[in-house]
């Protein structure tokens, strides 16, 4: 094989390898945009790599992704941003019926509670957490990419998993979860102070993202309270699925996005909220229209 053979078999092995290494990188990014410059980072480094040198190609690449994810991590942690620019991207598809209409919303994105959780963790738990949990990539493999040993890699994902698993779980079926989401928009609407007890868990946590930062309110009686204040407000809303999970988006009278959210519903009551009302981020969204 001449050496232009090898490059062209090589950058076609890459493209097979693509969609993998763009879900291992939006999963550890929390941003589509990000996840894709971090394969394009690969792609560059593959370039200038001679192909005789490569033994394993997908991993090869799965060890540049990571490093330059960790690299992006550990960028952030290092220069923190405002709050509001802490929530990993939104995904947002019109709720037709039962599905998004845009499938590949639910297959490629990974839930929004998860996705908070995630971003917690710190830069190597969350690459060996990802690429094991998520990739059944070995820990031996994993372990040069973090610089630790086996097992001390492990560790490092046995600590990621207990945080994942404390996360809120959605248990109900999709049509049960949006009749739940709608009662709380009725609720709010009617200023139902029982009524939003009755679809709010006990221990519900709202994690609002806002201009200003994040503000989180927890337990049914503050997270109501705040709720009812949009009573007989002038607005709309659409439902939409937010990550895979059950939302909604409201509108102005202008037609103008005032806010996103997303709920976990679990046992018939919503557990997780998570809502964005920042108008530069919503100015930025992808978002369906209001009917």
Request: glycine share 6%; net charge negative.
């Amino acid at each position: 094989m001449t050496g232009s053979d090898a490059h062209e078999a090589v950058a076609q092995a890459f493209e097979a390898q693509r969609e993998r290494l763009v879900a291992v990188a939006y999963r550890m990014l929390g941003s589509r945009m990000d996840a894709e410059d971090a394969v394009q980072e690969a792609w560059l480094r593959l370039a200038r790599q001679e192909p005789a040198t490569i033994d394993n190609l997908a991993g090869w690449l799965t060890t540049v992704v990571g490093r330059v994810c960790i690299d992006v991590l550990r960028s952030r942690k290092a220069r923190p941003e405002a709050p509001s620019d802490q929530l990993p991207e939104l995904l947002v598809a019109a709720d037709a019926g039962d599905t998004p209409e845009d499938e590949a919303v639910l297959t490629d994105s990974v839930g929004l509670a998860m996705m908070v959780v995630l971003d917690t963790l710190r830069p190597a738990e969350r690459l060996a957490f990802v690429l094991h949990d998520m990739f059944a990539v070995p820990f031996e493999d994993i372990a040069p990419i973090v610089g630790r040993s086996t097992d001390a890699t492990k560790m490092l994902a046995s600590r990621a998993r207990r945080k994942v698993q404390d996360r809120p779980r959605a248990s109900e079926e999709p049509k049960r979860q949006r009749a739940v989401v709608d009662a709380f928009i009725a609720a709010s609407r009617e200023g139902d102070f029982e009524g939003l007890l009755r679809v709010l868990d006990p221990d519900v946590t709202w994690r609002a993202y806002t201009g200003r930062g994040v503000v989180v309110r927890r337990g049914a009686t503050e997270v109501a309270t705040r709720a009812q204040l949009g009573a007989k407000a002038q607005v709309s809303t659409s439902p939409v699925f937010v990550n895979g999970e059950p939302g909604f988006v409201v509108w102005n009278r202008k037609g103008t996005p005032l806010g996103v959210m997303a709920c976990t519903v679990a046992d018939g009551r919503i557990i997780e909220m998570v809502s964005v009302t920042d108008p530069a981020r919503l100015a930025s969204m992808d978002l369906p229209r209001s009917g």
